[in-house]
């Protein structure tokens, strides 16, 4: 490994110099201290709006296709939305070390924003999810940018911190999204959970422009070239692949010539890109991301996550309403109480992983994280909702401690001027899990429904405004989708226990237990020498 001590002023760490071909820039110098908060109450401004946005959708599902219509493929409003901010993610971590912080952001916003108006005003299912799409471009540059940007501002000893907030504002976001999705629904319209954005996003917008300050850099060559062709096979491989997921076992079969042409028309897209990457100058994910056991092994990591959080964020919220009974604003809130016990754990974590290290740190959360998914299917049918919101409040605590020590963990591994590809990296993966999950559980669950409600389901947006007015029906038949959709929540849980166990494995088994920390400091820090 290539890494050691980084040189430069004690505030901030500085790049070890440029390479041939790449910019000489100087790090962001640390602003005056009212500046530096304008910058990160904008920066925390944008990471809960793009947090947000990846889940506030689910409890207004019954409404929109009340509405729109097209509950065959609603799953693509989460699918969709994440696969461009997965896609994205890489280019923008790149196009940020070569034009700088500031200017990404500024297009990632205005983008969010615009994507934002535009599903206000969709007409059908086709174009709500098309503008999701736009609505995930900007998602990406948001995601990415903040995370780097935060490193940036912050000296190694002080970042715990300022990634705890960060960490504990995507929990919140995500996690009371459903909530703040259902009360909207409920009590004004879901054309609201877009509009929300724009008064919001447009004041971090104005906090970045009038208090982000970004010195002149000199470079000693070339601009570095994006690598559009990658990320377009990325973007391709992972749309082929997404629709054989989302539609195998409900639209077709899994073994259909549909599923098939679709997968093997996904495998060839995937070599060709591997291919595409191997040959770039400036791949969008440079090979050595891959090559080093520390950013390797959080990159699996967090990609376990990002899938394992879907279970809850996406279809709780569902088994809340039909199963439990629960109005939408009460069945966010089950989820909800995960934001209770999330971001105290995220603070907590620092002091634990002082004494233990990042990756055991990490590995207590993911294994906790494991046996609350597990026990899921043990609740009791109907149930009551306060033994869900148990579980989550559980969940909210082992995953505060499996997130946070390996973002902190593998930035202290890089200098400036690998940090923004390596923070576009591991989220990167997290998004990749995510897409993914959506997609892979989506169809899961509509597979377990199919299977169990057979004929009495008549179509897919029967079951749809079933689960809206389960009152219309005669008693028997609710009780048959209630079971129906319990069992496909459960079943969706124990593919999220799946992900949390791998998680464990391939901490335990590739993560170095003491991870090589570049920077010299006394601080938190200091325990992870190598």
């Not at 995370?147 to 960490?167: C, F, G, M, N, V």
């Not at 009590?187 to 004041?203: C, H, K, M, Q, T």
């Not at 919220?317 to 971001?343: I, R």
């Not at 494991?370 to 989550?392: E, N, R």
Request: hydrophobic letters at 50%.
């Amino acid at each position: 490994m290539n890494e050691g001590p980084a040189s430069g002023t004690p505030d901030l760490p500085r790049p070890r110099g440029p390479r041939p071909g790449e910019p000489g820039p100087e790090p962001p110098v640390p602003a005056p201290d009212a500046r530096r908060g304008a910058v990160v109450a904008a920066l925390m401004l944008s990471m809960a709006l793009a947090a947000l946005d990846g889940t506030i959708v689910s409890t207004a599902v019954p409404q929109i296709v009340g509405d729109l219509g097209g509950f065959s493929y609603f799953s693509w409003l989460f699918a969709g939305y994440l696969l461009a901010v997965t896609v994205t993610l890489p280019v923008y971590g790149k196009l940020s070390d070569t034009l700088g912080r500031k200017p990404v952001l500024i297009i990632g916003s205005v983008l969010f924003l615009l994507g934002s108006l535009l599903c206000a005003l969709a007409w059908d299912m086709t174009s709500l999810i098309a503008f999701r799409v736009v609505q995930g471009l900007g998602g990406g540059a948001l995601q990415g940018t903040v995370q780097t940007l935060a490193a940036d501002l912050y000296p190694l000893k002080e970042r715990p911190k300022i990634q705890a907030r960060l960490s504990t504002v995507w929990a919140l976001s995500a996690v009371a999204g459903p909530g703040l999705g259902g009360v909207l629904a409920t009590y004004a319209d879901w054309r609201w959970i877009f509009l929300i954005n724009l008064p919001v996003g447009a004041v971090a917008l104005w906090l970045i422009v009038r208090h982000l300050h970004e010195p002149a850099r000199e470079r000693t060559g070339p601009r570095p070239r994006i690598d559009w062709a990658g990320a377009l096979g990325i973007f391709c491989c992972g749309a082929v692949l997404l629709t054989a997921l989302v539609q195998g076992g409900v639209a077709w079969g899994w073994l259909s010539p549909p599923s098939l042409a679709l997968l093997g028309t996904g495998a060839v897209l995937a070599a060709a890109t591997v291919l595409i990457e191997r040959r770039a100058a400036d791949p969008v994910l440079p090979g050595w991301v891959w090559r080093r056991r520390t950013i390797a092994a959080v990159n699996l990591a967090l990609g376990c996550l990002g899938l394992l959080m879907v279970a809850p964020t996406v279809f709780l919220p569902t088994y809340a309403q039909s199963v439990l009974g629960l109005a939408p604003v009460a069945a966010g809130f089950v989820l909800s109480v995960m934001t209770l016990s999330w971001p105290v754990a995220a603070a907590l974590s620092q002091h634990v992983y002082r004494r233990i290290g990042f990756r055991d740190t990490a590995l207590v959360g993911s294994g906790a994280a494991t046996l609350v998914l597990l026990a899921f299917p043990l609740l009791p049918y109907p149930g009551s909702g306060w033994q869900p919101a148990l579980l989550m409040l559980a969940l909210g605590a082992a995953l505060g401690l499996f997130q946070l020590p390996l973002i902190v963990g593998v930035q202290s591994t890089v200098g400036w001027e690998e940090r923004g590809t390596t923070t576009a990296s591991v989220l990167f993966c997290r998004q990749i899990g995510q897409t993914l999950g959506a997609a892979l559980f989506g169809a899961v669950a509509n597979a377990v429904l199919t299977a169990r409600l057979g004929n009495t389901s008549g179509d897919l947006d029967a079951v749809a405004r079933a689960l809206d007015e389960p009152g219309a029906m005669d008693p028997a038949t609710a009780d048959t989708l209630r079971r129906a959709v319990a069992s496909a929540v459960e079943t969706v849980h124990l593919g999220a226990a799946c992900a949390g166990a791998a998680a464990f494995v391939l901490l335990l088994a590739l993560a170095p237990r003491r991870f090589p920390v570049r920077e010299e400091h006394t601080g938190p820090a200091a325990a992870e020498r190598a």
